[in-house]
């Protein structure tokens, strides 16, 4: 089992940055991708950004030049930056981990809210 613990989320005027953290803890050593999903009111989750153990990431084109994923193995954390934020990445973001098995583990979850 792993254990997901996300904090960080907050309200931010449009424009701003928020920095979302990630601590893992159990089976961390089953890890392989760690990173972040979003999901707002009446909308399917969607994959944010990831980073696979090797250090490989992908990003959704909606946040390309905006948003950066880094991780530490040595502290199982993984982080967003996220910076320009706009009133759309107002969503519920989730820190998600998949083992080397295809187990996916969701942490709890953090509201981002972003005025306009």
């Known amino acids: 089992q792993v254990q997901l613990v996300e904090s960080g989320g907050g309200l931010v005027q449009a424009g701003g940055s928020l920095r979302l953290s990630c601590v893992a803890s159990?089976?961390?050593?089953?890890?392989?991708?760690m990173g972040w999903h979003r999901q707002a009111p009446g909308k399917q989750r969607e994959l944010v950004a990831s980073m696979s153990d090797g250090g490989r990431t992908n990003y959704a084109d909606f946040v390309k030049g905006r948003f950066a994923i880094s991780r530490d193995n040595a502290k199982n954390t993984v982080e967003l930056q996220m910076n320009s934020l706009k009133p759309d990445d107002t969503a519920v973001y989730y820190c998600?981990?998949?083992?080397?098995?295809?187990?996916?583990?969701w942490g709890q979850g953090t509201q981002v809210t972003v005025s306009s």
């Open positions: 159990g089976s961390i050593f089953r890890i392989d991708t």
């Open positions: 998600h981990a998949r083992t080397l098995m295809s187990h996916s583990y």
